[in-house]
């Protein structure tokens, strides 16, 4: 087989596999496309619509079974402050997705029949624990519908409509033993003092929006972190205020780090907090955001997060993908600065270097096996510096040659004659007596001199008269 | 080497025991992770040999202690231990290798050093939240990069938005009998433990190590979300003997440099400026001391379309810089320059994609072109890579799929490919499963023959157990396959343990 057709025949067995772990992977099972298509009508707020009445004789209910009685999107004005347009609602990580099982209109009750959020939400005054459940009891609303939850194992239903149990319970069905569908509204997770708020003169509406407007209030009319912020923006010693630490609201584990996981989903940055959303590009963005303000990443992250690629002794595969081993070469001489942030060149890049007898330095042993690493030396180190000269490269992306080389390398030639290099005074061809100093050196040559004189030593003698110049 | 993962062992075995033993009496509470990495793998040089094996076993083994404080609030003050020690051994290295008297001895190769990569005692919000502490080796991240120090930490946050630390310590170097790593000290010079050396072995290239002192501050915001700035400097001292020249002098002896010289001294200054409904500005500047230039600068306009989208902008420059007794940095005339324009895409909580594109340029003094003909360093001249990349991700509620791919291309040659990778749990998370497809080519344009198509694929998979009350624990093992007409086969093999206790 020539090498075209070897060529061909290994795209075709890459394409063969893509496609083969696509299907593998794609190919939920019917137990995860169920929960997955659950989850995502419970997360963006969807409640269940009954087909048709429950009971004959019982006339078709259509509102309070969702925000707006036909259907359409919340709108802006009415939904929570700090809400972003289609943001699809607040986490589903602080508020795990709900189960709503009640047909509520809250336009009805409290522009119509004049009630206040505190009529049926009585507890918000005084709740002190985000997991106190704020609704009212059942009884509540006896009053008025003349139905009886005094006893949640005997409950009567009223005689006029408003009274029956599937005037409000979705889905009821007195062929189904009485029974009325669970309502499901899991506890937050963070932590959150109503009491407090309250008297600080905090509103229903500043975090729960225009929930007056509505008729169903969903997950959607729960707070955002953005209006949270509005306050929240005070640092750790001015006591008495709304601190701006993490902590203040999201959970902790023992460690006193930000919890993340929960079983309704993780939790990240949004892209608009810090400019630190976590999307497929942070690994090459974190870098900004990290060098900025580490303490922000540190109340979810630990050291082991960091050292894990900047310390790290197992390859991360995000950042060296396959076979990098092979590839590396040509990664380090396209931008070999990358490299710098997790690895030290004259440790790990050039221990390895030498001991695969790659570099000119190093173990004697390797020195019979070695070729040539770089171009012919008529092109690469001699004279004239023609393009594929060495001192284009070494302009261009020094921290290459010091992943192999040691400045005995460079010196050999780069240094004075007076010094045991070719540098000036030695008689050999073009090329050995070219000053390597970057242009405007001479400018800043007295400081370093000042700050530490041995790298001037390693080419010029101390009575130099370029050295002497710098003095 | 077994004596050093003896005593690792040991250590570990004394933790767990005293951990049991306290588990009644103690108020505070500890936590124990740690993790076992195994990889086999095989270098082969360029020219067929030597052919280097990797049996490399890494353990690292983390002590936390929480809520030393008693009473411990959630916002009152806090105290705390945290540490982590690291064995990192190759059991595939020749032991010719290491001996100085061998043809193949390699200088500062070590076949299994220990480690502490951290341990200290902080404090934090004490003084009603202005005072915070940390005492030992730790680490500081910031616009000066990522550096660890022995030495003592202070934090003063006052309720006027400002905050002010201050630092001082030494510097962690390898070779020193402290179990300290090489990874944070500046570059262009090696150092390390010339113990078993005599005088006169690989002196050009293996200094002594001794401690290097170490002292920096930083003034920063605190408290606001919409803004973070911080300034920052740092001093590194030299105080070992180095060797001047790699040759004999006139006398036919070796000079040394002593006393106290500049190792890195730079400041920096770094900017975070964000409106949520609008986009954000971040920039950061470094500015070398020792060099007298600026060797950073990194600037970023992030444009928030909606809570979706975000499009930005960065520029980014870099010059390379070194230890002060490196001779590199007089070689660094120009730094990089990159430019790129980027888009971030999230179509639901489950489903994002994100690209990028850009150029980055290359100034040299003189025209390579032109120089020989008429050389001329006043003539500058660029070259540019031009980059891209585009990458997806979609989680479903039992795993992932990734795409990942990358360009570029210019003088040096061409990078392009990509991967994709599938995570998938079974059982409720009890198994997990890894299938990673990778496709590349590259050209290397100053070694032709080194220029290859590779094809590889990875499987894995590991158990996440929890047993023996371990809070978290996953077993699990990956195998690597790649193809390439350089090396022919590579097989690669990693087996990993991990396990935490929280008590």
Known sequence: ?471 | MVAKLTRTLLIGSALGAGLGSTHEARAFKTEIDATFDAQFYSLQSPYGSPLVQRRRYTQTLSLNLYDLQADRQPLGPALSFKSRLRLDSDFGQRPEERNPDSASYVPGLVEAPLDVMYAYLEGQRYLGGALGFRLGRQYVVDSLGFWSFDGAEALLTTSAYLAFEAYAGFEQRGGLPMMSTSRFEAGGVSRGDRASLSFGQAPSFLQESKLAPAYGFAIESSGVHFLHSRFTYRKVINRDAVLVSPFLDNGGGLTYALGDRTSSERLGYSLRLDKSDLGAVLGSIVYDLYNRRVSQYNAGLDWFLSDRAVVGASLDYFLPTFDGDSIFNWFAHRGTTSGTLRADLAFSRAFELAASGGVRMFTTEGDPRSYAASPDLNQSSHTFDYLGTFGGRYRFWDGSLALNTMAEAGQAGHRYGGDISGRKLFDGGYYDSLAVLSLYDWEDALRPDRSATSFSYVLGGGINPNFLSFSKGRLGVEWEHTMNHLVGQRFRMLATLNFTVLR
């Open chain 1, 1 to 471: 087989m020539n090498a075209r057709a070897q060529r061909e025949s290994l795209w075709l067995l890459v394409f063969g596999c893509t496609a083969a772990l696509c299907l593998a992977l794609c190919g939920q099972s019917p137990l995860a496309r169920a929960q997955t298509a659950a989850s995502a009508s419970a997360s963006a707020g969807a409640v269940p619509v009954p087909s048709a009445s429950a009971e004959p004789g019982i006339v078709r209910l259509t509102h309070g079974l969702s925000p707006t009685a036909d259907g359409a999107p919340i709108p802006e004005r009415d939904r929570p402050p700090g809400t972003l347009p289609n943001d699809n609602g607040p986490s589903p990580a602080i508020f795990p997705p709900q189960e709503l099982t009640i047909r509520f209109n809250h336009r009805r009750h409290v522009q119509d029949l004049k009630l206040t959020c505190t009529s049926c939400h009585e507890k918000a005054k005084t709740s002190r624990n985000s997991a106190d459940s704020l609704l009212p009891e059942a009884t509540r609303c006896d009053a008025c519908h003349g139905s009886d939850h005094r006893n949640p194992m005997q409950v009567r239903a009223g005689t006029q409509a408003i009274g029956q149990c599937a005037y409000c319970h979705l889905g009821y069905s007195r062929s189904a033993g009485n029974r009325v569908a669970p309502l499901s509204l899991p506890k937050p997770n963070l932590r959150f003092d109503h009491a407090l708020h309250v008297t600080r003169n905090i509103g229903c509406a500043q975090c729960h929006g225009a929930v007056e407007n509505l008729e169903l209030a969903t997950r959607d009319q729960l707070p955002r972190m953005r209006a949270c912020l509005n306050c929240h923006q005070a640092p750790d010693p001015a006591a008495g205020r709304a601190r701006s630490e993490c902590r203040t609201c999201h959970l902790t584990d023992p460690s006193g780090m930000i919890k993340v996981s929960f079983a309704s989903g993780p939790l990240e940055p949004p892209s608009w907090f810090h400019d630190a959303g976590h999307g497929p590009d942070w690994i090459e963005r974190h870098k900004a955001v990290a060098g900025n303000d580490s303490r922000f990443c540190a109340n979810c992250h630990t050291e082991k997060s960091c050292t894990d690629c900047h310390d790290g002794r197992v390859r991360p595969r995000r950042i060296h993908p396959n076979d990098w081993l092979s590839m590396h070469p040509v990664a380090a001489q396209q931008n070999q600065q990358k490299c710098a942030s997790c690895h030290r060149d004259q440790s790990f890049c050039l221990t390895c270097h030498q001991r695969l007898g790659v570099t000119m330095s190093g173990p004697f042993a390797n020195l019979a096996e070695r070729g040539r690493f770089h171009p012919p030396k008529s092109e690469w180190t001699d004279g004239p510096r023609t393009p594929r000269h060495h001192a284009w490269e070494a302009e261009r992306n020094i921290s290459a040659c010091v992943s192999c080389h040691v400045e005995r390398d460079c010196a050999i030639c780069h240094a004075t004659a007076a010094m045991g290099g070719r540098g000036p005074g030695f008689p050999a061809g073009p090329g050995q007596g070219t000053d390597p100093h970057p242009i405007g050196f001479r400018s800043r040559c007295a400081s370093a001199l000042r700050q530490n004189a041995r790298p001037c030593l390693v080419c010029h003698t101390p009575d130099d008269p370029n050295l002497l110049d710098c003095r």
